[in-house]
Each structure stands twice: as C-alpha cells, then as structure tokens.
C-alpha cells in the first residue's frame, strides 16, 4: 500500500539527483564561459521553477517543523537550505555581471563627475562579482556532493519504503554514475539481505501491485532464469502474466497460465493474499470464454 509519506520520500530524492546533476552541469557550464543567468533558472531561482528550491520546499515539508525527523534527516534540511542560498549569491552575481556590466561600457567623457563616480563605483562592484563567481560556484558544487553523501543514508533510512526498490531499479544507471558500482551494489547490500535479487524481487512485486502486469512479469521471469527454485516468484509470473494476457482478451491463454499458478506451491503468506484475486480471475475468464464460445 502506498502511502503519501512513501511518494514524498521518493519525489525528495528524485528531486536531490537533480539538484546534484545541474549544480555539476552549472560548474561545466562556467568552464565553458557558458554560464548565464537564463540558464541558471532550471537549478535554483525564487519563484518554485527551479529544482533547488522545490528540494528546499521539500525538505521544510518533510522535516523542518517534524518531531519525527531524525538527526540525518534534519541534518540534510540544513545542508539543502545552506546550498539554495549559496546559489542564490552566485545566481545574483551572474546577473550583476550581465545586465549592469554592459552599462559600466559607456563613454565616461559623456557624463557629469557625479555620474562617472556611480559608474566606477558600479564597475569595481561588477569586478567583485566576477571574481567571487568561481568561488561561489566551487562552493555550492561541494555542498551538492555533500549532498548526495546524506542522500545515500537517507535511501538506507527509507529502505522500508514500499516504492524504494522500484526506484532504486529505474534509476541504477543514475546511482552508478554518482556513486560508481561499488558504492551502488553496498546501497543494495545494506538495504536488502540479499543484494540485487531481493531488489528485483520487490521491484517487480511494486509494478504488479501497481497493475503494471508486462513489466512484472518480465522481471519475475528474470528472476527464475536464475533461480528455478523460487517457487514465489514462479507463482507471481503465473499470476501477472495471467492478467497480462486477461486485459488483452486472450482469455484462453490467460486462463492457462492461472490454472498455472493455481497448482504452484508457493509460500502461504503470498498464497493467502493473492488466492482471492486468482479465484475471482479464474472465474471472470471462465464466463468470458463462456460467452465466446456461446457466440461462435
């Protein structure tokens, strides 16, 4: 049963991956000279457009005023609020540089000596700015890698979360990239006693709950290519795969892989929940094929 909490939690770390990929694509940008005001909007600005502060917002939702909260919890709060206002100083200073150093280019033989006094005064301001740019930027880069070092004891903390496996399944490619295979393959160690297989296990067990009965098959059919023994998974490849073809109105088909996992002896627990489901399937193809034949 997903709970409000459990997609919170999960939106939170999507939300943390992209705040750590545009702080990186920012320092790649800045390299480049490439680095504008414009495109510094997606990673942080002060209207809720930007992944920084909907991270932010996040975080005040979820832990600012909860009694509830852990310390790493609390403690990821503040590393997100201190990384939204060092970016929002380097946001500043990108548009201190852009819009009032073309006005700092003007002919100074032009304007009064009051004027040319703003103007340099302006222009040393403009120079600050650049110069603290890189510093700014180096400093908010650090925080986000500060950021996704919590974010791994967070996705431990949630590991209970019913949408944690389906995640972590989608998004290894992501995780790889940011904290390389090891450290990937210890967050699934750590989080499932089995590693990867029990991951694949409720992964596909999220989607077939969720009514997604291609792609739970298809992993529980993985799963016993390499496991001929998992009587569980056996069952809920029956079980998906009949309602799979059942919604493609292959009714014979279907029928034929619930009989299937009908005659599987499988753990009492997974038996107990799905029995009922099963019988009423078997039942509902039955009639349909009744009434196909009474057709014909």
Not at 34 to 46: K, Y
Not at 210 to 233: G, P, Q, V, W
Not at 268 to 277: A, D, S
């Amino acid at each position: 049963m997903v709970t409000n909490l459990d997609k919170k939690q999960i939106d939170l770390i999507k939300e943390s991956l992209c705040v750590y990929e545009k702080a990186r694509e920012c320092k790649s940008l800045l390299r480049q000279e490439q680095l504008f005001f414009a495109n510094i909007e997606d990673f942080v600005d002060d209207r809720g457009r930007s992944c920084l502060f909907r991270l932010k917002e996040m975080c005040h939702d979820l832990f600012r005023n909860s009694s509830e909260a852990s310390y790493k919890e609390k403690l990821f709060d503040m590393t997100v609020g201190y990384t939204f206002h060092g970016a929002m100083k380097l946001r500043e200073n990108l548009y201190l540089l852009e819009y009032y150093q073309p006005q700092c280019e003007i002919a100074l033989e032009d304007l009064t000596e009051q004027e040319r006094k703003i103007v340099n005064e302006i222009s040393i301001l403009v120079r600050k700015a650049r110069a603290r740019l890189k510093e700014e930027l180096k400093e908010v880069t650090v925080l986000a890698d500060e950021l996704v070092k919590q974010l791994k004891d967070l996705i431990l903390l949630y590991r209970g979360n019913y949408l944690l496996p389906r995640f972590l399944y989608e998004y290894e490619k992501t995780l790889t990239k940011i904290y390389g295979r090891k450290g990937y393959e210890d967050i699934l160690v750590t989080a499932y006693a089995n590693g990867k297989s029990l991951l694949i296990f409720k992964t596909a067990n999220s989607y077939l709950e969720s009514e997604y009965f291609d792609t739970a098959r298809k992993l529980f059919k993985r799963i016993i290519r390499t496991d001929s023994c998992n009587t569980a998974a056996l069952f809920l490849y029956f079980f998906a795969s009949a309602n799979h073809f059942y919604f493609k109105s292959m009714f014979t088909r279907a029928l034929g892989l619930a009989k299937k996992a009908e005659g599987t002896n499988v753990d009492g627990g997974i038996r107990e929940k799905y029995l009922p489901l099963l019988t009423r399937l078997i039942a509902d193809l039955s009639k349909e094929i009744k009434k196909r034949d009474e057709r014909r």
